[in-house]
Structures are given as C-alpha cells and as structure tokens.
C-alpha cells in the first residue's frame, strides 16, 4: 500500500531546448477520463457516433467472409425463411378448416418468419460478438457497443435482400402495391431500435454465460408463437387478450409489416408500443453495457 | 500553463483468478447463485499506481515480468478500465500494443490498411489522405496488394507500424514493438518515433532495452509487482533497477543531449504533480 513518491519533478530539467512551442490541447479535449456518471455516457455516446464508420466495415468484413458477397450466399440465409413459411402454411391449412383457407396468409407468414429470422439472428449473433472479437477488444480500443449493432447491421442487410422476393409473392398472389408500402422505412427502423436495445444486455451476458444462445434461441421461438406471426391480431376474438397483445414489442412488427405490405393500412398503436419499449432498452441496456464494458478485456 | 497529458492517480486493476477454464454455464451460474460459493480470488495487477506524464515528454517504464507494465499500457490505451483510482488523458491517443490488430488473413494490404485505420480512430478521408504515405512507410512493394496470409510476420508487423504511426497521435503508448522487422526498417521506426517524439507527442513505452530509456526518455518509472518502485530521472531509476538485479550499470553514448527534445515548459505542472496519498 506504500506509494514510493518521486524524487522530484525531474521532468523540469529537460526544459527549454528548442524554441518549438508546444500544440496547446482544448481543456475540451478530454479522450479518457475515467467515470461513470451521465457526463461519461453522453461522452460515450458522442464517440459511440464518431466512430460509427467502423460498424459497416466490422459488419461488411462478416459478409464477406461468410458468403463472399455473391448473391448465392444471401438466398442461402433465405433458405430457412423460405421452408419455414412452406411448413407453417401446409400446417396451418391442415389445422383450420377448408372454408377459411387464404392464399394471401402465405405472404403473411413470409413476412413474419423474414422479420423474425432478422431479429433471432441479430440477437443471437449478439450473444457471440464479443468473445468473435477477442482479438480486437484485447489489442485496441474502440466503443465496444459497437459490436452488437454490426449484428443487427448484418442481419438488416441479408432482410433487405430477403424482402426482395417479397414482390414476387405479391405478384402471384395478386396484391397490388399501395401507398402503405412507404411505412416499411419506419417499421424497419423501429425493429432495428428494438433489436439494439435487447443486444445490449444479451452481449453481456452472453459473454458471462457460454450456453445462453441456445437458452434465448428457444424462447424468442416461444415469443414468435405467442405474437401474431402466423396468426393476425384480428384473428384472437377475445378483446382483452387482445388489447394484452398489443403490449408485446413484436406485436407491432409483425403487424406493421403486415399492415404496410399485405392488408395497406398503416402501423397502428403497437408500433410505438415497440418503439418506446426499444428506446427504453436502448438507454437502459446501453447504459448498462457502458458499465460493463471494461471488464471484457479481462474476461476474455 | 502546461497540463499533464497524462495524469493517473492510485490506479489499481484487478484480475479474478478463475478456477474454471472459459465462460461459467448459465445452469452454473445458477448452482452458484444458490450455494453462494465464494468469490473468486482476485489478483491486484496494478495497485496503487500514480505518476504524470507531462504533454509532450516521454515516460519509459521498466520493470520484471509480470509486473504490470502491459497491464499498465492496457489501461492508458482504455483496454482495461481501472477498478480503482482515476486516469486522464489529454487528447487523442494511439496505442501501438500489437501491431497490425485485427488484421484480415483474407483481405490484402490495402485493405486492411482501410479496416485498421477505421479501427485506430482514423476517418475514411483521413485514411485518403495518409494512404500513399502509409504505404510508402510500409514499403512492401507489390505485396500491398496481397492478402495479408501471404506475408511474413515481419511484413505485417511493418503494416502494422505504419498504420499506426499514422494516426498522428497526441499520446502514444508503446510496448515493446519497435523491434520489428530488419535493421533497415527498425532505424526508420526510430526515425519516425523520434518524429513523433519532436512533434510534442506525449510517449508513454514498455522498454527492457535500458539504453533506449537512457535515450529516449524524459522520465522513468520502474513498476514492481503492480506497484511504482520508483519514479525519476531515467538514470537513477535504471541504475537502481540493475542495481537491484546485481547488474552493473550501462553506458548510454550521447544521452538525452543525444537526441532533439521538444521544448518542454513542465514547470507549472510541478504544482499539480504532488502524489495525493492513497485514500
């Protein structure tokens, strides 16, 4: 515990050499200081925005080295969407009876098992980043709460081409396009807000705990089935349960969606439902990475 | 006038000594949860580590293995977070702890160039802008073309170095990297050190070569088992380190009257530079 102090300010003696003047640094320019008080997160947040550059090449560097860019390697992530929709809608047509059967509800479930492959594979993709990154979290430093968004980043970019072949689908199923289609930027956004916000603590304690992924795989499977995925919130007779529906974040996705491309009719309450919850996880969870992020280095 | 650029006051950093090899289970973390098993040993890497480094001078720090001189780095460059004591740092910092970080095998150079600027705090147009001197720094030749898993380790450590001097840093931490590559490259990394140096950069380096901190350094400091042994003028420390190791005490030509020392007005810093005692 002893502090051994210096002898005296040796630096002095070296004083004066050259005329150079020193670069005098802005009482602003504080990169490090350490704290975890509000002044520190805002500081974060505004480095956290400087180096966002980083997060397309962090994600762009993952696409490549999985599919190479090519188009095949992005109609391979469409693979599972694509036989999940085909499995759910011969099930679904089995199960209820002839008279209501829909063409459209083909679409339907498309939308939603697109949507829900983006956020299952962002957040669970969030559970690994950190430890995928080791390297780079032990050698430099850069805002960690990065790494969970480059997934989310990944995962928009294979939804984006997966909701390409959406057209086609309407095309065979004969729904026309409508002006509701130009609610998908703002559904998208929200899903992406969403998805941050739960990463943020997921990455944390994916790191802690080794099996997590698989734990959380299941039950955002048992969340997809309790959303109006593969059924429409209009579908559920009892009005409380549906006003209780309304409530879950993922209500307002799939609905979104569904409003925006199959049924034209723009987002309704649930989707601010999902943005203030996003949001509200965003801070708090962001928040809660910021302190826990310095530990990772160690517990790499 | 002149501020610390470097200012670390009772730092202390912690390692948990784990019995179990990777990532608890979460059904472990719940049996543990339950039983209340004991904490796990900690292991205090640093303790009580206090010094400044003035804008623009540069700190050498020595010390055995394992006495927490990366460590100590680690924490400047905001790798580890200190767990107790404060740390400020002055302006925009570079790290050069391993060369070539998160270096893509797949990509070439001059790709990589682009990914480990972004990732040392670089913006694309900065990286423009550095590029052709980056790559003339770097002097591979036609290989910058290549994918990084074709070089030599000597290659991307000169990629690596290249890069990262570029970030123009205004505090600079260094291990003990600066031996890399042939001797033709080693005196250009000095050459270039010794720019960086003249340009005001505040340096704080990991050195076992005594001789470099006879003559590059303003300041010692010499870290043993977390804690500063001692903390002055290069050649006292040194001679006491070598003392202290029953080794006798080396000739460094020329001296700190050997290289080109930014001007350096510290004196108003020795006000502030009173060690606050241990809480």
């Not at chain 1, 520190?40 to 490549?64: C, M, N, Q, S, T």
């Not at chain 1, 999985?66 to 694509?82: D, K, Q, R, T």
């Not at chain 1, 703002?186 to 997921?202: D, R, W």
């Not at chain 2, 890069?163 to 205004?170: I, N, R």
Request: net charge positive.
């Amino acid at each position: 515990m002893k502090l051994i102090p210096p002898r005296e300010p040796d630096f002095v003696y070296i004083r004066a050499r050259h005329n150079r003047k020193l670069r005098l640094l802005d009482f602003d320019d504080f990169v490090t200081e350490t704290g975890h008080g509000v002044t520190a997160f805002f500081h974060y947040i505004r480095e956290l925005w400087e180096r966002r550059g980083l997060v397309r090449v962090l994600a762009g560097r993952e696409l490549k080295s999985n599919y190479e860019m090519n188009i095949v390697g992005f109609a391979w992530w469409l693979l599972e969407p694509l036989s999940m929709t085909a499995v759910y809608y011969v099930l679904i047509n089995i199960l209820s009876r002839a008279n209501q059967n829909d063409p459209t509800r083909l679409l339907s479930i498309l939308i939603a098992m697109l949507a829900f492959k983006w956020l299952s594979q962002s957040l669970i993709g969030s559970m690994g980043v950190v430890r995928a990154n080791a390297s780079l979290i032990t050698d430099v430093y850069f805002p960690r709460a990065l790494l969970p968004v480059t997934q989310a980043v990944k995962g928009l970019a294979h939804f984006g081409i997966g909701l390409l072949i959406v057209p086609i689908f309407m095309t065979i199923l004969r729904v026309g396009p409508s002006w509701a289609l130009l609610w998908l930027p703002v559904i998208i956004s929200t899903q992406f807000v969403f998805m941050i916000g739960i990463s943020y603590p997921l990455s944390v304690w994916g790191l802690n705990y080794r099996n997590l992924p698989g734990l959380i795989a299941n039950l955002l499977r048992l969340w997809f089935y309790l959303s109006p995925a593969l059924y429409t919130l209009e579908a559920i007779k009892s009005a409380r349960l549906r006003t209780l529906m309304m409530f879950n974040p993922l209500t307002g996705i799939f609905q979104g969606y569904r409003g925006a491309i199959l049924t034209h009719r723009p987002p309704d309450w649930s989707l601010v439902i999902t943005l203030a919850f996003g949001l509200f996880a965003a801070v708090f969870g962001g928040w809660y990475f910021t302190r826990r992020e310095p530990h990772f280095g160690k517990l790499l | 006038m002149s501020q610390p650029a470097i200012r670390v006051r009772n730092l202390g950093l912690r390692f948990f000594i784990r019995s179990h090899q990777s990532a608890p289970t979460v059904h472990a973390g719940v049996v543990k949860f339950i039983k209340h098993r004991p904490a796990p040993k900690e292991f205090w890497a640093l303790r009580n580590v206090s010094f400044d480094v003035p804008q623009g001078s540069v700190m050498g720090i020595i010390g055995a293995n394992g006495s927490g001189k990366s460590t100590l780095l680690r924490v400047l460059a905001r790798i580890y977070a200190p767990d107790e004591g404060t740390l400020k740092i002055r302006g925009k910092i570079s790290s050069l702890i391993t060369l070539g970080a998160g270096f893509q095998p797949n990509l070439s150079g001059m790709e990589n160039i682009h990914y480990n600027g972004l990732l040392l705090g670089l913006t694309r147009q900065q990286i423009q802008e550095k590029l052709d001197s980056i790559v003339e720094f770097a002097d591979l030749g036609d290989f910058i073309n290549a994918p990084v898993r074709t070089y030599s380790s000597g290659m991307r450590a000169r990629l690596g170095f290249s890069v990262a001097v570029h970030v123009d840093p205004e505090v600079l931490v260094v291990d003990e990297v600066l031996v890399v590559g042939d001797a033709k490259f080693r005196q250009k990394c000095a050459d270039k050190m010794k720019e960086l140096f003249m340009r005001g950069t505040t340096v704080a380096m990991v050195q076992h070569n005594m001789e470099a901190i006879l003559t590059m350094c303003h300041q010692c400091m010499w870290l043993d088992k977390g804690t500063v042994r001692e903390i002055g003028r290069p050649y006292d420390v040194v001679k006491d380190y070598l003392e202290a190791q029953g080794l006798p005490m080396i000739e460094a030509k020329g001296g700190l009257q050997a290289m080109d020392i930014p001007s350096f007005e510290s004196a108003g810093t020795s006000g502030d530079a009173g060690f606050v005692a241990p809480l």
